[in-house]
């Protein structure tokens, strides 16, 4: 386990930097591959959890977070909700697999308590979010921010797949290989290869005034 880097981060490695990675700082990944590239700034954390394939380019803005000790949260919780809630619950065991020759466009999220696979030769536009857990909201008193994340659901994105921009990949999903999801598409759910998703076009709610108002200079 490499040295915790931030001491107030709970038992995390936390890199956040406006500068390139370090000789290093890429030793504390599980893998990092030839010719990498990550342009700052970003912000990961638990690299050891990240393995990161041969030439993949992930482009500014990135955030990648493998959650291992979220216990922090835990302990700010108020001392009459305690017993509502289970230390354990703040602990996981991520892994992020990223593999070779994958472009990641600026401003991704990646979000991990379990398992996120991205396979070879995937490309991802700009904003996308991947994730295999969110935000628990089961107690009615402790603030959402305070409560655990949920255990994730694995997901997987096979090779030579394209994801659109402003896409959410939410826990649970699957997509074959050579995959296309459309700009601003929510996925959930196990989907064939080859398939093309996406999201119901926009369409006119209402007008705002009638056509025969006259016009205001």
Known sequence: MPKKINPNYGNNVLLEKNTPLTKKEKNIFAYFGENV??????RILNPHCIKIGDRT???EGAFIHAYVDLTPLFDEIDGKYKKDAKKENYIFDPEILIGKKVQIGRFVLITCTKSIKIEDYVLFSERIFVGDNNHTF???????MLQPNKKGRPVIIRK????????AILPGTSLGHN????????VEGKFPSYAVIGPERAKMLYKRHTTNMTEVN
């Open 160 to 167: 030579g797949t394209w994801i659109g921009i402003g896409a």
């Open 138 to 144: 089961t107690h009615p008193h402790i603030p959402i």
């Open 179 to 186: 995959c296309v999801v459309g700009a601003n598409s929510v």
């Open 57 to 59: 380019s992930i482009r």
């Open 37 to 42: 590239k990550i342009r700052p700034p970003f």
